[in-house]
C-alpha cells in the first residue's frame, strides 16, 4: 500500500546485533516518537529507564531467563508503568491519588505498549531492529530492584535495539479471518482460522529448520496457557500499590 | 530524522470527519498491519470487532459518554483482548486452559494495544485520522453483550478511524529528560519535568481557547487520579475469566 505500510508489515524480532554503537540522540528520537503516541487522559503513564551499565544489563538478561541480546543489544530500554508521577503532580494539587485502581493499571499498561510500539516502528524505520522482553517478568522484584523503581511503577517489559546482523524470516500470522470480525464476536471463525494457521506454521517451522522443529500454534498455546504463568506476579504488583481494586 | 518519525511525531486525535468512506480493503490493510506487531510468545491476543450497524454505533457512543464521533467516523473498530482462540488451542490438544492468571491479563492486554498502536500508524499513513475510545470502559458489560464477546474476551479501548476534516494542533508532551531515565529511576527529576509541562501545557490550552481553557496538566492528573475510576472494572473482568491470580 505504501513504505509506511510496507516497514510495519516486515517486522520481526532481532537477537542478533552488531557492535555498532547507536547515539544517544537516535536514542532520544525513538523515545521522543513514543512520546508522540495517544495516552489515555493525557496521563503519559511512561517511563523508559535505559540502561548502560554493562553489569546491570548481564543481571538484567540474567533475570530475563538467559537472553544474552540484553547484554549485546546497541542499547537496552526497561518500560515501566508510572503512575508516580501523575501521582505526585496529584498530591501537589491537594489532592490525594487514589492508589490501586484496576483501571489505573489498565490505563498506565496501555500507555505503556502505545508508547513502546511508536519507538519500535522509529527504531525500524532507521533500520534498526527491536526485540520486546517480556521475561523480564519473571524477576519483576529483583528488576525492580537493580532499577530502584518505586512505588506506583512497574517494569512492564524490556526492549533490546541495534543494528541487525541477522535477517529472519517474517513469522506467519492467523488468518485475518480470524481476527478481524463484523459486527459481532464470531465463535465459529476460530476453529478452522486455528486450523489453518496450524498447519501453516508447522511448514514455516519445518522449512526453517530442516525438519527439525516439528510444531504448531495450538501446541505452542497449550503449553503457554495450559498452566499457570509467572503466578509471582500478582503479588509483586500489589507490594508496588497496583492492588487492583 | 526521517519521513516515518515525522509521522509518528505528528500525531494528533482526529474527532471530527468528513463523511467519505473507507473501502474495506484498506481497513483490511491497517489490521494487517496491526497483527504484524510483535506479540508475546506468539500468543496473537488481539480480536478486533469491526462494527458497522449504524444502531450499535450510536450505542457504542453513548456508552462511551456521548462521543459522537464513535458514530461519524468512517469506521469503528472495537479492540479486544482475547484469550478465548488460545484456550481453545490449548484444549484441543488435550490441555487444559489456566483460567484468570494476572500474567495472561496483561499478556493480553500489551498485545491488543502494540496490535493497535500498528494500526493507528498505518492509518495515519493513508491520511486517515485516528482516536482511541477508551471510554467503551464505562460500560463494559453492555459493550460486552452488544459484541456478543464471550468469555476470555474483554474490550480493551474502541478505535475510530476517518478522513479528518480539523487539523488540530500536536498536544505538547512531558519534556523527555522526565519520562527517559538513566540506569534508575531518578525521583528528583519528576517535579521540576511536571513543573516546566505545567507551564508549556498551560500557555498551550490558553492560546488554543483564546485563553477560555486556564489548567495545567497537575490539575488534570488531580482530577484523573485523585478519585476512584471506573470501579466496576474489577469484577467486570472477574465476570469475563479474567480473575486475576
Redesign the interface.
Known amino acids: 500500500?505504501?513504505?509506511?505500510?510496507e516497514?510495519?508489515?516486515?517486522?520481526r524480532?532481532i537477537r542478533k546485533f552488531s557492535d555498532k554503537d547507536i547515539d544517544q540522540e537516535?536514542?532520544?528520537?525513538i523515545?521522543?516518537?513514543g512520546?508522540?503516541?495517544?495516552t489515555?487522559?493525557?496521563?503519559?503513564a511512561?517511563?523508559?529507564?535505559?540502561?548502560?551499565?554493562a553489569s546491570?544489563r548481564d543481571q538484567l538478561a540474567a533475570f530475563a531467563g538467559g537472553q544474552k541480546y540484553v547484554s549485546t543489544a546497541g542499547a537496552f530500554l526497561v518500560f515501566?508503568a508510572d503512575?508516580?508521577?501523575?501521582?505526585?503532580?496529584?498530591d501537589?494539587?491537594?489532592?490525594?491519588?487514589?492508589q490501586g485502581?484496576?483501571?489505573?493499571f489498565?490505563?498506565a499498561?496501555?500507555d505503556?505498549?502505545?508508547f513502546?510500539?511508536?519507538c519500535?516502528?522509529?527504531a525500524e524505520?532507521?533500520g534498526l531492529g527491536?526485540?520486546?522482553i517480556?521475561g523480564l517478568?519473571n524477576k519483576p522484584a529483583e528488576v525492580s530492584e537493580l532499577?530502584?523503581?518505586?512505588e506506583n511503577?512497574y517494569p512492564?517489559?524490556g526492549f533490546c535495539i541495534g543494528y541487525p546482523e541477522q535477517d529472519p524470516e517474517?513469522?506467519p500470522?492467523?488468518p485475518?479471518s480470524?481476527?478481524?470480525?463484523?459486527?459481532?464476536?464470531t465463535?465459529n471463525v476460530?476453529?478452522p482460522?486455528?486450523d489453518a494457521y496450524?498447519e501453516h506454521i508447522r511448514a514455516y517451522y519445518r522449512s526453517r529448520t530442516g525438519g527439525k522443529k516439528d510444531s504448531c500454534?495450538?501446541?505452542?498455546?497449550?503449553?503457554?496457557?495450559?498452566?499457570?504463568?509467572?503466578?509471582h506476579?500478582?503479588e509483586f504488583?500489589n507490594s508496588k500499590g497496583f492492588t487492583?481494586?
Not at 7 to 11: G, P
Not at 147 to 150: A, D, E, G, M, V
Request: hydrophobic share 45%; aromatic share 4%; net charge neutral.
Open positions: 500500500m505504501n513504505d509506511v505500510i516497514l510495519l508489515q516486515s517486522h524480532s537516535t536514542i532520544n528520537a523515545v521522543a516518537s512520546q508522540a503516541a495517544a489515555s487522559s493525557n496521563v503519559q511512561t517511563t523508559v529507564i535505559q540502561v548502560n551499565s546491570d515501566c503512575l508516580k508521577r501523575s501521582a505526585q503532580a496529584c501537589s494539587q491537594g489532592g490525594e491519588f487514589t485502581m484496576t483501571e489505573h489498565i490505563i499498561t496501555v505503556v505498549a502505545l513502546a510500539q511508536n519500535a516502528i522509529a524505520s532507521l527491536i526485540c520486546y517480556g517478568r532499577l530502584k523503581l518505586p511503577v512492564v517489559f517474517i513469522k500470522r492467523l485475518l480470524s481476527v478481524l470480525m463484523q459486527d459481532v464476536y465463535e476460530l476453529q482460522g486455528i496450524d500454534w495450538s501446541e505452542e498455546m497449550r503449553a503457554l496457557v495450559g498452566k499457570e504463568s509467572r503466578p506476579m500478582r504488583l487492583m481494586l
